[in-house]
């Protein structure tokens, strides 16, 4: 079965810190790629996608994300944290062949202190 | 555009009881999916609807169902309760389904006493 893997589940970081969360997925075939952030008591919130052409691609508030295929990974960061950010971050894949189904990693809890 | 709306956001059962939540898409998304999350489990598809048809069904017991009307909105049924299906229950709608990038509602809050 497909599985999304995320290498950490509580990260800390001061503000103006980097920030690189990890992806990893396991599928061969085509994928979709996406970042999703839930903020403390919102809903979730596309952050960024990636479908096909340039693998660095950019997002919302400052993150991009970098697709490596031969790695299978698609990590997230973000050159300067801020309180803000402070969020649960979640990755998530969409093989085509499975039209729209969502598969999610188990999400990193960024806490970012200021 | 307004967002994907869902209601009601909090609903409180018991065990045994069945639920309906419904869930309206965006305006001119077509595609309606469901998932489920959970401290323990994350978030895990349910089932994804398009043109009143469901397309696509996660594993799940037949306890949960759902349906899609001609305006594109959906609803879904649990029946026969149990504590297990206490979650945060998201819709999420996109244009056209099929890798298709989906925005989210901000859930029904469904507690099984």
């Known amino acids: 079965a497909q599985s999304v893997s995320q290498h950490n589940h509580h990260v800390i970081l001061s503000e103006a810190a980097s920030l690189e969360l990890g992806c990893n997925y396991s599928y061969g075939g085509t994928v979709n790629l996406f970042w999703y952030v839930q903020y403390p008591g919102q809903h979730l919130q596309l952050l960024l996608k990636?479908?096909?052409?340039?693998?660095l691609v950019k997002g919302i508030k400052g993150f991009e994300a970098e697709f490596i295929k031969s790695k299978f990974s698609f990590n997230l960061r973000k050159p300067s944290v801020q309180w803000s950010d402070t969020a649960e971050y979640f990755c998530?894949?969409?093989?085509?062949?499975?039209?729209?189904?969502?598969?999610f990693g188990a999400g990193t809890i960024l806490r970012v202190k200021s | 555009k307004a967002g994907v709306t869902q209601t009601p956001r909090y609903l409180i059962k018991t065990r045994g009881q069945q639920v309906t939540l419904s869930c309206s898409p965006i305006s001119g998304h077509r595609s309606v999916s469901w998932y489920q999350q959970t401290p323990g489990q994350g978030l895990q598809f349910l089932f994804e609807y398009f043109s009143e048809t469901q397309r696509n069904k996660g594993n799940f017991p037949g306890r949960f169902s759902g349906r899609q009307f001609s305006n594109s909105r959906s609803e879904m049924n649990v029946s026969t309760l149990e504590l297990g299906d206490s979650a945060l229950y998201l819709c999420?709608?996109?244009?056209?389904?099929?890798?298709?990038?989906?925005?989210f509602g901000p859930g029904t809050r469904l507690t099984v006493l």
């Open positions: 998530a894949v969409n093989p085509q062949e499975y039209g729209n189904k969502l598969v």
């Open positions: 990636y479908f096909s052409g340039d693998p």
């Open positions: 999420a709608s996109s244009i056209l389904g099929a890798s298709d990038t989906q925005y």
